[in-house]
């Protein structure tokens, strides 16, 4: 066991970190207010391979893994997770088709989600549905050798972005859930006006109506009948970015009450020097450096998994975990700036309504706990 990053992921880790410092710090009030990422941004992310870190380099990522991926996206999320809200459902829908995608699909798509003019969605939830895969209404209709999708699919991130998007329905005749494969802007699809999200800006949300979209029957992504599994793998693998985002988030609240533990003085004095604030760091780095492992082990993980949904029951917990934790600090941070963290002026204030978002997405923690607890009960 080694707990040293390897040069490569030294490497990545710091041209992450130093691209969000320089390029996405003095836009972070810009993507906030317009709730829009900068196509310089998006450039230069691309320039950096971070639309497709683990995407093999055939389809046009960088094949880096999954711990440099991580390591990258916990640096771009630091500075601002909203960035890395559109990265991690970009890897995600990419990484689903890399796993089940025929050749020809994987030709096609993968490399529109590695250019970063434009990205993957990835579209599981509905207004009935969040949680449950089995209340799944939209529905796909078998034409000759065509489907035609109907449905209204929520809160779909990304999908203002041209590109690909993978899409769950219902066949009507057969009632089995397959994951589709098209294009985003296809005659009959569209999405509504954005989401007025309270945090993770820059990410942009919609719905998305899909109105009589015809696809050929070769869009079926994985075969027929297997749309839960392959939400499933796809949802484990999305929680590695998932997780990295509010690992991020958690260190720049840490990062943020330190500064003001060390800053702000009474009598002359810092507040670090009262028992509190030095217990409050002290739970801030045991949080951090216990998340932090926690999510590099995953990306360990996933990476030596050659079924990778070997992986589920180790990132649902990592993802539990971490985002839960990342409140946890959040709050504490909060704590230690008194009354000016729920101030706007200071960003411990826009990072509490960013780490509420974690335990919410990707699989609710109630549900995933039950998950966790099944593949552990299982055994
Ligand atoms: C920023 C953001 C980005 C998103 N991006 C995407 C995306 O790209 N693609 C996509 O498909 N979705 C996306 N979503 C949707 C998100 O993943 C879902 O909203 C989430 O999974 C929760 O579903 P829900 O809101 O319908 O909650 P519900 O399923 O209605 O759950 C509500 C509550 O009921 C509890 N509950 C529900 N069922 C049970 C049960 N059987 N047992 C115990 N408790 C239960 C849950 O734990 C939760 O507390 C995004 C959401 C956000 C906020």
Redo the contacts with the bound molecule.
Sequence with gaps: MDFQLTKEEQLIQGAAREFAEKEIGPAVEEIVSSNRVPEEILAGLRELDLFALPVPEVYGGAEAGYVCYILAMEQIARVCPGVA?ILS?NNLAAAAVNIFGTEEQKKRYIPQGTRGDTAF??????P?????PKQLAATAKKDGDHYVLNGT???????SYRGPIIV?ARETETDQVNAFILDKFCEGYSVSEP?N?MG?KG?P?HDVYLRDVRIPAENVLGGLGKGFWILKVAMALGKIGISSIFLGAMLAAYEDGLRYAVEKTHRGEPIAKFQAIQMAVADMFMKYESCRWMTYRLGSLAERAKDKGDILKDSAATKIFVTETAVDVARISMGIHGSYGVMEDYRISRLWKDVI?GP????????LK?LVAGEILRK
Excluded: P, Y
Excluded at 121 to 126: H, I, L, M, R, V
Excluded at 360 to 367: A, F, K, N, P, R
């Design positions: 809200v459902v969605s990835f579209a599981f939830t509905e009935g549905t969040g949680s449950d699919k929520r809160f779909i991130t990304n999908s769950f989401w999200k993770v990410a949300l978002f919410q997405v990707e699989g609710v923690s109630h549900l039950v």
